[in-house]
């Protein structure tokens, strides 16, 4: 009963600042309404972001390297003292870990080292991120098109499950999905900055989004480069050799930024390096680990992860792109949308966060339709029509926002295993390090709580003794239902 007793008031609570944030936006007070937009989403991250325990994937994993990484930022490891043989190619129990690239693990590192070793301080970035692009959003689509877009796509950034779920670590690949679309979102603002201001430092800064997007999940943040090069055409303040100098500007920024890291990582652990990059292209051309899903996958979730209505004014804006003669602003948007959804739709790898970063288009596009159906009200034979769609784009996606961040279901915020680990803190911190627990359920978590290296399975006598000898205390978990 307590996440109901804490849902509640956080669902009436955003449900008025949200009511009244749209009743300040129609009284033209643009900046309170943003602002409330922007208050309401950090509360809905806080609460989901709020669980006192580690989600199984892919969170737990992500803060154990993190907190390693506090004792030494270039060496990424998972198992910080493996005293027991390993695979170097099995990312769930290695040493050295370059199954992601580093900048959310930096960040987390950063915010636990702040914050403590806890789950909430692991999430804050997350939260905060997810948070600001509430903010980009609304400046992006403001600036392409006006006000009353960038309101509305901002209102759905907010109010999105999927990011939340996301940003509070209870769904798969959550906060490098979290980062890769700010980092992504960041990039396009300042190419549009840069489009309208022709200021060099925001090509800088659009190189350096596109770096750390690059050290976030790799080679897709390059979707960035035709939606730069389409802005600067739609501005026209550019002649052909200035946006090639500045391409080439842009392009050097961007491996100054991400280069480095690849090459210190070949060069210091080739053999994890060269393993990680195999089996990235294998997310192409092979189904792993279960993730498969048919050609349409992500285009069958955007009816869940957006509403079922989304497919109107996806359509009618590939319709109105069709039509426009060199529209370049729209047919970056349709860029940022098509290009993601379907370099995955022809990946055999498939997971629902893969196409976030192309999210703030779907915004946009939404916003924008939303946009033309209210201004051209009186236009439509039958108001009625555009009233109920109207209704159903903003309406659907509250929904769904409420059936995934659960605040009316009694869920466990802290799970009894969780607290059986954190009792051992004391002895753990006793030891200094030299303490191994077997037979746990909960290894990756364990290592995270506690000062220690564990593993979900039983030890021989041989391996204990030779244990012991090296001056590690052994604490041997009972199974479930067992006395200790």
């Known amino acids: 009963m307590e996440n109901i007793y804490f849902g509640i008031p956080v669902i009436l609570i955003c449900s008025i600042g949200y009511f009244i944030s749209w009743r300040c936006f129609i009284n033209k007070k643009t900046g309170l309404a943003i602002f409330l937009l922007i208050f309401c989403g950090l509360i809905l991250r806080l609460y989901v972001g709020s669980d006192l325990f580690l989600h199984s994937w892919d969170e737990r994993y992500h803060a154990l390297v993190a907190k390693n990484l506090i004792l030494h930022p270039f060496v990424p490891t998972l198992y910080e003292n493996p005293l027991l043989p390993f695979n170097y190619q099995a990312w769930a129990g290695n040493h050295i870990w370059l199954h992601k690239q580093p900048l959310p693990l930096w960040v987390m590192a950063l915010s636990l080292r702040i914050f403590g070793i806890n789950e909430i301080a692991l999430r804050i970035p997350s939260i905060l991120l997810s948070t600001a692009g509430i903010f980009i959003i609304y400046e992006i689509a403001r600036i392409l098109y006006s006000i009353r877009v960038g309101y509305i796509a901002a209102f759905l950034f907010s109010i999105h499950g999927l990011i939340m779920e996301l940003a509070g670590g209870r769904v798969p690949t959550d906060h490098y999905d979290v980062f890769f679309l700010f980092t ?5 603002f300042f190419s549009l900055k840069f489009a309208i201001s022709k200021k060099v430092i925001f090509n800088v800064l659009a190189g350096i989004s596109v770096g750390l997007a690059i050290l976030t999940k790799w080679l897709p943040a390059l979707i960035v480069l035709p939606i730069w ?66 050609f349409y996958y992500h285009f069958n979730l955007l009816r869940i992860n957006y509403g079922e209505l989304v497919y109107i004014p996806i359509l009618w804006f590939c319709w109105k792109c069709m039509n426009s ?29 893969y196409t976030l970063f192309a999210a ?40 769904y926002s409420i059936e995934r961040i659960k605040p009316f279901n009694k869920i466990e915020r802290e799970p009894e295993w969780t607290k059986e680990i954190k009792k051992l803190k004391p002895l753990s911190s006793e030891v200094q390090g030299k303490l191994v627990i077997f037979n746990t359920l909960h290894p990756i978590e364990t290592m995270f709580y506690l000062n220690c290296t564990a ?10 003794t030779e244990i012991e000898r090296s001056g590690y205390k052994i604490i041997i978990l009972p199974h479930p239902g067992e006395n200790p």
């Not at 992504?184 to 396009?188: G, K, L, P």
Request: glycine share 2%; aromatic share 16%.
């Open 360 to 399: 703030p288009s779907i915004f946009i596009i939404t916003a924008l339709f939303c946009s033309y159906l209210s201004i051209n009200l009186n236009r439509f034979r039958y108001k009625i029509v555009p009233v109920l769609l109207l209704i159903g784009l903003l309406g659907l996606p509250v929904r």
């Open 325 to 353: 003669r060199r529209n370049f602003r729209e047919y970056a948007i349709l860029i940022w949308f098509i290009v993601p959804y379907l370099f995955f739709s022809i990946a055999k790898t498939k997971m629902q966060a």
């Open 184 to 188: 992504i979102s960041f990039a396009v």
């Open 455 to 464: 593993y979900n399975y039983l030890p021989d006598q041989k391996t204990t």
């Open 229 to 294: 090069l389409l802005f600067l055409l739609d501005y026209k303040n550019f002649i052909f050799k200035a946006i090639i100098q500045h391409a080439v500007l842009l392009i050097l920024v961007i491996v100054m930024v991400c280069l480095p890291w690849q090459i210190y990582i070949h060069l210091k652990f080739p053999l994890e390096a060269a393993w990680e990059d195999s089996f990235n292209l294998k997310h192409i051309t092979e189904v792993l680990e279960g993730n498969t899903g048919a």
